[in-house]
């Protein structure tokens, strides 16, 4: 859709200055001295511990495009190791101003109901039941920062929106004073109490009535802080939940209202590496490119860029971790597909993903190796195939479950590099967790690769996961990688 397309654009340029200013709010409080203490006491459930998500495209999932019909792959998702469903919005579609034939699933006619392309209330609540059943999670993907033109608060509290010229308008930009391109919905107005406590109502009755275990939060970076800061203490008071942030701003972790967020500038980087490295195909549209177009050459990106984002990260994050993909749904439909952007080098990059610090994301399809951009507006289909790349994904996932040094956030060990004799062209690193210990080196380059491990707490006895080959490591031992390959040694 038009604005996932935009917010994309600007999360690198706008947000860069943005995120300054919010992370000194965070660690300063009104008297002006430093402060420590969270504005939000985070509410967490431990079993995001060592979790991977999952996103659920229902309307594309099946021939049905149905809750119930999705249910019937619940049994090969847990074997997979899934252990979290995010699923995009159940609810209804507007349809006053809706693009193309079925809309935006962003659109949301109605916070309290459930999409009747999908099924009634009754599905979702079987569907939730064999999710908890399974010994997996969900949360459901809310759109705050605006609503469909049929919602019903746009006749019944038009004062809940922003108006320009006394009429409702759709989303605005700040710094222009001209329309998104949403015209597809309506934008919420922050400033109106009323429309708060409705929206954090609509939030718990998911909650209460519905038994969802948190929320992935759209445009989460475009409603003001301190709502997420009055929201999450309410939600927590319920019960511990998991909240995902879709953007990339510090100030909403960092003061412990969501516990994750979007690794957006790392996804980016490493498109850069694969396009500068000659993985990628030509694709019509790549965001991160166009995000950085402006006088910046590609063709010096290296693995060496991966380094400067986890130090930008740590400079500004105190707490929470990130969500780590190759593929979703806005990076399918408006950038292309992994394979697109990566090529060659699609596993490799998933590996990345799968072994860093914060939870690895798979999206609809990615399982069956599916290289292909679903219609937003419009019914699309999956062909499922012989979910290809199954036992790989099951392999990461395993590994993550078994040794602690994968896990999540805290819980997890922290990423030190591996030096090796060519770090522009591998990336190698280790974690390490309670005696649990990972060594991973990975080949990014089309251009096979015989390194030299120079210097890192790296030295062991390890079982190659994907091999079962019995490794020891040492210091100044050369490795040998294949173009785009990649070993994940864990000594457990």
């Known amino acids: 859709m038009l604005y996932r397309f935009c917010i994309l654009l600007i999360l690198l340029t706008v947000f860069a200055c943005e995120r300054r200013v919010e992370d000194t709010a965070l660690v300063t409080s009104p008297s002006g001295e430093d402060s420590t203490e969270l504005a939000v006491?985070?509410?967490?459930?431990?079993?995001?511990?060592?979790?991977?998500?999952?996103?659920?495209?229902?309307?594309?999932?099946?021939?049905?495009?149905?809750?119930?019909?999705?249910?019937?792959?619940?049994?090969?998702?847990?074997?997979?190791?899934?252990?979290?469903?995010?699923?995009?919005?159940?609810?209804?579609?507007?349809?006053?101003?809706?693009?193309?034939?079925?809309?935006?699933?962003?659109?949301?006619?109605?916070?309290?109901?459930?999409?009747?392309?999908?099924?009634?209330k009754e599905d979702f609540r079987r569907l939730v039941d064999a999710i908890h059943a399974a010994g997996m999670h969900l949360i459901i993907d809310w759109v705050p920062n605006h609503t469909g033109w049929d919602n019903p608060w746009i006749t019944e509290h038009p004062d809940f929106y922003t108006k320009k010229d006394g009429q409702i308008t759709d989303p605005i930009n700040p710094d222009t004073g001209e329309s998104w391109g949403w015209t597809d919905v309506a934008d919420l107005n922050y400033d109106n109490a009323e429309m708060r406590d409705s929206m954090i109502a609509a939030m718990e009755y998911w909650v209460t009535d519905m038994d969802v275990d948190g929320f992935r939060v759209d445009v989460a970076h475009g409603v003001p802080v301190d709502f997420w800061e009055q929201a999450a203490d309410s939600l927590y008071e319920v019960e511990p939940l998991f909240m995902l942030s879709e953007g990339e701003i510090p100030a909403i972790v960092n003061d412990g209202a969501f516990v994750m967020d979007y690794g957006w500038e790392m996804?980016?980087?490493?498109?850069?590496?694969?396009?500068?490295?000659?993985?990628?195909?030509?694709?019509?549209?790549?965001?991160?490119?166009i995000a950085r177009s402006e006088g910046e050459e590609q063709e010096g990106v290296t693995a060496l860029a991966i380094d400067e984002v986890l130090s930008d990260q740590q400079r500004r994050y105190d707490r929470g971790y990130k969500m780590q993909f190759t593929s979703n749904h806005d990076e399918n439909a408006w950038a292309g597909t992994e394979f697109q952007r990566f090529g060659d080098g699609a596993q490799a990059f998933a590996v990345l993903t799968a072994t860093f610090d914060g939870m690895p994301l798979i999206y609809t399809g990615q399982e069956s190796a599916v290289d292909r951009q679903y219609e937003f507006f419009e019914k699309d289909q999956i062909e499922w195939g012989d979910f290809k790349y199954a036992d790989f994904y099951k392999t990461l996932f395993d590994l993550k479950e078994r040794n602690r040094a994968l896990w999540n956030g805290?819980?997890?060990?922290?990423?030190?590099?591996?030096?090796?004799?060519?770090?522009?062209?591998?990336?190698?690193?280790?974690?390490?967790?309670?005696?649990?210990?990972?060594?991973?080196?990975?080949?990014?380059?089309?251009?096979?690769?015989?390194?030299?491990?120079?210097?890192?707490?790296?030295?062991?006895?390890?079982?190659?996961?994907?091999?079962?080959?019995?490794?020891?490591?040492?210091?100044e031992m050369s490795v040998e990688l294949e173009p785009w390959g990649y070993r994940v040694y864990s000594n457990k």
């Open 410 to 475: 805290e819980a997890g060990g922290e990423l030190e590099k591996i030096e090796t004799s060519n770090d522009e062209m591998v990336y190698a690193f280790t974690r390490e967790k309670d005696g649990d210990k990972v060594a991973v080196m990975i080949n990014l380059s089309a251009e096979p690769q015989n390194v030299m491990l120079e210097d890192g707490d790296f030295m062991g006895d390890y079982t190659e996961v994907f091999t079962g080959e019995q490794k020891g490591l040492s210091e």
């Open 267 to 289: 996804h980016h980087t490493l498109n850069e590496i694969a396009k500068a490295r000659g993985a990628n195909r030509a694709v019509k549209t790549d965001v991160s490119n």
């Open 41 to 120: 006491t985070p509410n967490v459930p431990d079993w995001q511990q060592d979790a991977v998500i999952y996103e659920v495209n229902t309307r594309i999932y099946t021939p049905e495009g149905t809750l119930a019909a999705f249910q019937e792959h619940l049994p090969r998702l847990q074997e997979m190791g899934v252990d979290l469903l995010w699923f995009m919005p159940i609810h209804p579609v507007s349809v006053k101003n809706r693009k193309g034939t079925l809309g935006s699933p962003y659109a949301v006619a109605d916070y309290r109901a459930v999409n009747p392309d999908f099924g009634t």
